[in-house]
């Protein structure tokens, strides 16, 4: 048996003064310094009297905290589940929580409910156990339904299905709800999708729940040994003792049955291989970005996170706390709120959390803002995280932090589910005896040293996972200056956490020929099309570093494009009908393959009408949603292998969208280009706008200023002047002898 010591309620340091009548105008003639906080007195002490701790024949854990000032008790049985991998069934062990009380084998749901009315009693279940409460004449009976429903549940077959049909809702109001669907996603992609914290419930792992995995999970993981009994309140440690062994005493169900590999995997009837965590994951590699596409969103949801390896015990964890609550943890003067709310006007609310856990520790930043200051908000984030590494905090930042914790601890001590916490913490997590007893002095003591070093320690601004779930189109491009990956800058993701694949739809009532035809139907028809000879247009280009001049020159089969910065060449092509010269300030140079291939299609003013004739290949992949409009999607290839895919409205026949992927200094960037705001060019439209977005220069929008029709350039304004290869020298041939000079 042990006896530690807990803490209840803070006790008030009360002192009796007897002021006589003569000391009263010394008082009155007294000067407080107001520019001066008052000093702080010492941090009170806390004291709850003794728990202990005994452990019956079967191994099950009993823990007892007296406290007789009301005639309540509570009663909880806790047991210690390491988290596993649910993986195809992802659900089911949240599903335990809600069917342990569905019914057992002498009492129907029913039944139960009745049975605690009567007694004016609460009793809950989650997945780890469950947790009652009665008066103290009633706690007998709570405790028959307490032994029944932890050792006899049988998980009803038409309760599963109510509760298969509640989780359902639960997964599509997620699915509507930004907020919920950036919590659930931001674990997946903090922690990884084959982590127990990281695994995500859905309407597939729903349906693949079925009642064998409930019953075996409970059946292998809810037993004696693994279990913690806890009573607190008007109850003595005999009383309990006696409970305990009344109704647990003699608990010894049979073992589960399962085998265990030459690897030491265990199989388990019912739920297949256990996978419990090996080991936590920590902040690594290289920061991230990744979003979900809410089309139209007004506002976007950001959460900056990273996944730690924090113990409990470890004696920095009080002061990492210390230090999230004076970055974001809750408290109105926090770092996070006063500068994207109070300075910046963002937000209504900006947070962070510091979950220390004993198997996974995590860090968190949310916040929610106008679409338009998306990526100013990321900015922000993560310049209060690197100056929480770097800076000393103040100190009146420090104390007001100590301050609010100071609160919540003397507040959370006044609901004895919080005392029966505690106790269980102790055990479970391997804490000093007296943690809770010295809580309040070890955090009077923190100082800012011990903040700083713990944000050092903790905070990983440069390897965190930032996730989005907002307008892509509006915020993607002001994101990829956050990213440090190799791969593509912005990872698009879907509602079940995955990469984003389209939703295509098979077509098998036309060809990828006929819908070309459509769309230069759509335009104007091919004879309106061949009237056009001679094509002149200029261009502005907009981007974030200021703004290019594209002049284009289109014949048929000759092609000319200037791009100039201010005045001055950037770069130049010329398609002289055979050879394609390329030319910057720097390098001349000929470009040949796809290159070649594309720039010959851009020498038509309409370069669909020769799809046929200079691709490869066209391949209608079927239908897919393009902004609200269905729309179909064409694969083309040219000649030499390279592939994009053109987007057609299936209702007017109008190109809406290429997509296309490209390597730039070797980071993967999927490019969209988007067409609008077509206008007739002699009796043919042309998009006037044109808007990429996703490439290395981030949104560039091509704006015609300019058109010229009709009017043939001079042979040699298309003459290319491509500098011939050098020669490579005869050398004989191998096994020649070489004579000397």
Same mark, same amino acid.
């Given at each position: 048996?042990?006896?530690?010591?807990?803490?209840?309620?803070?006790?008030?340091?009360?002192?009796?003064?007897?002021?006589?009548?003569?000391?009263?105008?010394?008082?009155?003639?007294?000067?407080?310094?107001?520019?001066?906080?008052?000093?702080?007195?010492?941090?009170? +002490?806390?004291?709850?009297?003794?728990?202990?701790?005994?452990?019956?024949?079967?191994?099950?854990?009993?823990?007892?905290?007296?406290?007789?000032?009301?005639?309540?008790?509570?009663?909880?049985?806790?047991?210690?589940?390491?988290?596993?991998?649910?993986?195809?069934?992802?659900?089911?062990?949240?599903?335990?929580?809600?069917?342990?009380?569905?019914?057992?084998?002498?009492?129907?749901?029913?039944?139960?409910?009745?049975?605690?009315?009567?007694?004016?009693?609460?009793?809950?279940?989650? /997945?780890?156990?469950?947790?009652?409460?009665?008066?103290? &004449?009633?706690?007998?009976?709570?405790?028959?339904?307490?032994?029944?429903?932890?050792?006899?549940?049988?998980?009803?077959?038409? +309760?599963?299905?109510?509760?298969?049909?509640?989780?359902?809702?639960?997964?599509?109001?997620?699915?509507?709800?930004?907020?919920?669907?950036?919590?659930?996603?931001?674990?997946?992609?903090?922690?990884?999708?084959?982590?127990?914290?990281?695994?995500?419930?859905?309407?597939?792992?729903?349906?693949?729940?079925?009642?064998?995995?409930?019953?075996?999970?409970?059946?292998?993981?809810?037993?004696?040994?693994?279990?913690?009994?806890?009573?607190?309140?008007?109850?003595?440690?005999?009383?309990?003792?006696?409970?305990?062994?009344?109704?647990?005493?003699?608990?010894?169900?049979?073992?589960?049955?399962?085998?265990?590999?030459?690897?030491?995997?265990?199989?388990?009837?019912?739920?297949?291989?256990?996978?419990?965590?090996?080991?936590?994951?920590?902040?690594?590699?290289?920061?991230?970005?990744?979003?979900?596409?809410?089309?139209?969103?007004?506002?976007?949801?950001?959460?900056?996170?990273?996944?730690?390896?924090?113990?409990?015990?470890?004696?920095?964890?009080?002061?990492?706390?210390?230090? /999230?609550?004076?970055?974001?943890?809750?408290?109105?003067?926090?770092?996070?709120?006063?500068?994207?709310?109070?300075?910046?006007?963002?937000?209504?609310?900006?947070?962070?959390?510091?979950?220390?856990?004993?198997? /996974? $520790?995590?860090?968190?930043?949310?916040?929610?803002?106008?679409?338009?200051?998306?990526?100013?908000?990321?900015?922000?984030?993560?310049?209060?995280?690197?100056?929480?590494?770097?800076?000393?905090?103040?100190?009146?930042?420090?104390?007001?932090?100590?301050?609010?914790?100071?609160?919540?601890?003397?507040?959370?001590?006044?609901?004895?589910?919080?005392?029966?916490?505690?106790?269980?913490?102790?055990?479970?997590?391997?804490?000093?005896?007296?943690?809770?007893?010295?809580?309040?002095?070890?955090?009077?003591?923190?100082?800012?040293?011990?903040?700083?070093?713990?944000?050092?320690?903790?905070?990983?601004?440069?390897?965190?996972?930032?996730?989005?779930?907002?307008?892509?189109?509006?915020?993607?491009?002001?994101?990829?200056?956050?990213?440090?990956?190799?791969? %593509?800058?912005?990872?698009?993701?879907? +509602?079940?956490?995955?990469?984003?694949?389209?939703?295509?739809?098979?077509?098998?009532?036309?060809?990828?020929?006929?819908?070309?035809?459509?769309?230069?139907?759509?335009?104007?028809?091919?004879?309106?099309?061949?009237?056009?000879?001679?094509?002149?247009?200029?261009? /502005?280009?907009?981007?974030?570093?200021?703004?290019?001049?594209?002049?284009?020159?289109?014949?048929?089969?000759?092609? &000319? %494009?200037?791009?100039?910065?201010?005045?001055?060449?950037?770069?130049?092509?010329?398609?002289?009908?055979?050879?394609?010269?390329?030319?910057?300030?720097?390098?001349?140079?000929?470009?040949?393959?796809?290159?070649?291939?594309?720039?010959?299609?851009?020498?038509?003013?309409?370069?669909?009408?020769?799809?046929?004739?200079?691709?490869?290949?066209?391949?209608?992949?079927?239908?897919?949603?393009?902004?609200?409009?269905?729309?179909?999607?064409?694969?083309?290839?040219?000649? $030499?292998?390279?592939?994009?895919?053109?987007?057609?409205?299936?209702?007017?026949?109008?190109?809406?969208?290429?997509?296309?992927?490209?390597?730039?200094?070797?980071?993967?960037?999927?490019?969209?280009?988007?067409?609008?705001?077509?206008?007739?060019?002699?009796?043919?439209?042309?998009?006037?706008?044109?808007?990429?977005?996703?490439?290395?220069?981030?949104?560039?929008?091509?704006?015609?200023?300019?058109?010229?029709?009709?009017?043939?350039?001079?042979?040699?304004?298309?003459?290319?002047?491509?500098?011939?290869?050098?020669?490579?020298?005869?050398?004989? +041939?191998?096994?020649?002898?070489?004579?000397?000079?």
């Amino acid at each position: 048996m042990k006896r530690n010591t807990l803490c209840l309620l803070p006790r008030a340091v009360r002192a009796v003064a007897a002021i006589g009548c003569s000391l009263l105008p010394a008082f009155m003639n007294a000067q407080l310094d107001r520019t001066k906080p008052p000093v702080a007195g010492p941090a009170p +002490e806390v004291h709850l009297g003794d728990h202990v701790t005994t452990e019956l024949p079967n191994g099950m854990h009993l823990i007892v905290v007296e406290d007789h000032k009301l005639p309540l008790v509570s009663v909880q049985v806790r047991f210690d589940v390491p988290p596993i991998v649910q993986h195809v069934r992802a659900g089911y062990i949240d599903m335990v929580g809600e069917l342990i009380m569905a019914g057992t084998i002498t009492r129907a749901k029913a039944d139960i409910d009745k049975a605690i009315d009567a007694l004016g009693a609460d009793l809950s279940a989650t /997945n780890d156990g469950v947790y009652g409460s009665a008066l103290k &004449r009633n706690l007998g009976p709570l405790m028959d339904l307490v032994q029944d429903v932890v050792q006899n549940p049988t998980f009803p077959a038409e +309760e599963l299905e109510k509760t298969r049909t509640r989780f359902r809702s639960s997964v599509q109001q997620r699915n509507e709800d930004p907020e919920s669907l950036a919590e659930v996603i931001g674990r997946k992609v903090t922690f990884g999708r084959m982590h127990p914290y990281g695994e995500m419930m859905t309407l597939r792992t729903i349906a693949a729940i079925d009642r064998a995995a409930i019953a075996a999970y409970h059946r292998y993981f809810f037993r004696p040994e693994k279990a913690y009994l806890v009573f607190v309140g008007d109850i003595t440690e005999k009383e309990a003792r006696d409970l305990a062994k009344k109704h647990f005493g003699k608990w010894r169900p049979a073992p589960a049955l399962m085998t265990t590999d030459e690897h030491g995997n265990v199989d388990v009837e019912g739920l297949g291989v256990i996978r419990p965590l090996q080991r936590p994951v920590t902040a690594g590699g290289s920061r991230r970005v990744f979003m979900v596409d809410r089309p139209g969103a007004a506002q976007s949801v950001i959460r900056v996170s990273f996944p730690l390896s924090l113990l409990p015990k470890d004696l920095r964890a009080q002061g990492s706390q210390v230090m /999230n609550t004076i970055l974001g943890g809750g408290i109105f003067n926090a770092r996070l709120m006063q500068n994207l709310r109070e300075k910046r006007g963002f937000t209504y609310g900006a947070y962070s959390s510091l979950d220390v856990d004993r198997f /996974n $520790s995590s860090f968190t930043a949310s916040v929610s803002v106008r679409t338009e200051v998306t990526d100013s908000a990321v900015a922000e984030i993560m310049k209060e995280l690197e100056r929480m590494r770097s800076e000393p905090v103040t100190r009146e930042e420090l104390e007001l932090a100590k301050k609010s914790m100071m609160g919540s601890f003397g507040r959370s001590l006044e609901n004895s589910r919080t005392v029966a916490r505690f106790a269980l913490n102790t055990e479970l997590n391997e804490l000093a005896p007296d943690h809770y007893r010295t809580y309040l002095t070890r955090l009077e003591s923190i100082t800012a040293q011990q903040v700083q070093d713990a944000g050092a320690a903790f905070l990983y601004p440069d390897q965190a996972t930032i996730l989005v779930v907002g307008d892509m189109d509006r915020v993607a491009e002001g994101l990829v200056q956050f990213t440090m990956g190799a791969n %593509s800058p912005v990872v698009r993701l879907d +509602e079940e956490g995955e990469p984003w694949q389209e939703q295509i739809t098979p077509v098998r009532d036309r060809t990828a020929q006929q819908v070309i035809d459509a769309y230069i139907t759509a335009i104007g028809g091919r004879d309106a099309i061949a009237r056009i000879k001679h094509l002149k247009v200029e261009h /502005n280009i907009a981007m974030s570093g200021g703004s290019l001049t594209n002049t284009r020159w289109s014949s048929g089969d000759q092609y &000319r %494009s200037v791009v100039k910065n201010d005045g001055a060449l950037e770069e130049e092509t010329i398609f002289d009908g055979q050879r394609v010269q390329f030319t910057t300030p720097e390098v001349v140079g000929e470009l040949t393959d796809a290159a070649y291939e594309l720039t010959r299609l851009e020498a038509l003013p309409v370069p669909e009408v020769a799809y046929g004739e200079l691709l490869d290949k066209m391949l209608l992949v079927g239908s897919t949603p393009v902004r609200g409009r269905t729309t179909y999607k064409v694969v083309l290839m040219t000649l $030499s292998g390279t592939s994009f895919a053109d987007y057609f409205d299936a209702e007017t026949g109008l190109k809406v969208q290429r997509t296309r992927t490209e390597l730039h200094d070797e980071r993967t960037f999927d490019i969209t280009t988007e067409y609008s705001d077509l206008r007739p060019i002699k009796g043919v439209l042309f998009p006037f706008t044109i808007t990429e977005r996703g490439g290395p220069s981030g949104k560039v929008e091509r704006t015609i200023t300019s058109v010229e029709m009709d009017k043939a350039m001079p042979a040699a304004f298309f003459a290319t002047n491509i500098p011939e290869p050098p020669e490579t020298p005869n050398l004989p +041939e191998p096994g020649t002898p070489v004579e000397d000079e």
